[in-house]
């Protein structure tokens, strides 16, 4: 502490300033405590939960009371596939903290064949997302269009 300025010098007997960033001596200790999440609550449908950022109504908490209402891809194989695999995500994560929710569990399988299904169905239609997608191809197309960004201006013309 011999190195510090002297307005960046903790003062150990009150109030430190705000640059240094201590605790004055005599602080008191603090304990933060976040309450649990409930088993089995409610969960918005796939499509909402992408666009509302959470699975659960209630954790959804609003940036100041600003709720996003739109997703540019809502209806879309690419928006159904997102949607699902935020779903499995979102899930994964409550069964992380809850593993004996069985009904959590369940929606978890349910989902995860659903979105597997939005996969292939993906991949059929439009081609590879992953390397891994390969397997199902007779030859390597990873790099064959046409691209994401292609299909937009073939619907313009």
Do not use: I
């Not at 960046?8 to 201590?22: N, Q, R, T, V």
């Not at 959470?54 to 540019?72: A, H, I």
């Not at 809850?98 to 659903?114: G, Q, S, V, Y």
């Amino acid at each position: 502490m011999e190195n510090l300025k002297p307005d960046m010098k903790p003062d150990m007997g009150g109030d430190c300033g705000y640059k240094c960033g201590m605790l004055p001596m005599c602080a008191p200790l603090a304990t933060s405590w976040v309450p649990p999440q409930g088993m089995n609550p409610p969960m918005y449908a796939p499509e909402e939960a992408l666009t509302r950022g959470t699975l659960f109504p209630g954790l959804d908490l609003p940036f100041m009371n600003m709720v996003n209402k739109s997703n540019p891809y809502a209806g879309t194989p690419l928006g159904e596939l997102m949607a699902l695999t935020f779903m499995v995500k979102e899930l994964q994560l409550y069964l992380d903290t809850h593993p004996n929710d069985k009904e959590a569990f369940k929606a978890m399988k349910d989902t995860l064949a659903l979105k597997n299904e939005a996969w292939k169905r993906y991949v059929k239609m439009y081609g590879p997302l992953t390397v891994e997608d390969l397997e199902m191809s007779d030859k390597y197309d990873w790099l064959q269009g046409p691209w994401p960004w292609e299909y937009c201006e073939r619907s313009a013309k």
